[in-house]
Every structure is written in C-alpha cells, then in structure tokens.
Nanobody, 126 residues
Framework: QVQVVESGGGLVQAGGSLRLSCVAS????????VGWFRQAPGKEREFVTT????????YYADSVKGRFTISRDNAKNTVYLQMNSLKPEDTAVYYC???????????????????WGQGTQVTVSS
C-alpha cells in the first residue's frame, strides 16, 4: 500500500494561485499514475487531472483546463498541482490518488485508484 500525503491548500482570493503537493511513499512511485480529485460539500468526488508515470500523458477536466497544471518529480516521489486563476467554484477538498494497477484506463475515475490521501482544503473567496 502506498501512503499519500497532500499539502498546500489554503484560502485564496478569486484570481489567485495555489500549488498543491502530493508526496507518496514507496520505491515504485515512478511506475504509477497519479490523479487529483476534489469534493465540494454535498457533492460527489470529481476528477480534476491525472498524470502518467513519466509525465508524458495528462488529462484535465474541462472545468480546469487551461488554469491547472499537473506535474511530477519522481526523484522526490512528488506530484504537483499548480492552480491559477482560481474561482469560487474551485472551492473543495482536494485529494491525491495513486493507481498502482496497470490497467487500460485513462485515470479519470475514482474507482481506478487504490491509495488516497486525506485531502487538503482549498477555499477561494469572491
């Protein structure tokens, strides 16, 4: 089991930026796809973005495309989520997830991931 810890959340005004970090344990981290999801109060957890093992393949939800950027540093076992031009509707708890299974899926569904962090709160004020 991979241990996952997110950090970097906080309170920011609309139009501002935050960078989230996701640190995972395990020597095989560089082999795994990593995703970011978010969950707002009263809503289901939704896909934000995902990155493959090498960083060469990424997907974004339409709602964040052009504003958020996912990247990874395998030497540091870390994945980053750079969030720019934040909007109040981006307010949510953000979760990092690791998929240790090698399956033919794009990494955009909750069910694919087997290791989750506890989440970090992002609040965007208007």
């Amino acid at each position: 089991q991979v241990q996952v810890v997110e950090s970097g959340g906080g309170l920011v005004q609309a139009g501002g930026s935050l960078r989230l970090s996701c640190v995972a344990s395990g020597r095989s981290f560089s082999n795994y796809r990593v995703g970011w999801f978010r969950q707002a109060p009263g809503k289901e957890r939704e896909f934000v973005t995902t990155i493959n093992w090498s960083g060469s393949n990424t997907y974004y939800a339409d709602s964040v495309k052009g504003r958020f950027t996912i990247s990874r540093d395998n030497a540091k076992n870390t994945v980053y989520l750079q969030m720019n031009s934040l909007k109040p509707e981006d307010t949510a708890v953000y979760y990092c997830a690791v998929r240790t299974r090698h399956i033919a899926a794009q990494g955009m569904t909750v069910m694919e991931y087997d290791s989750w962090g506890q989440g970090t709160q992002v609040t965007v004020s208007s």
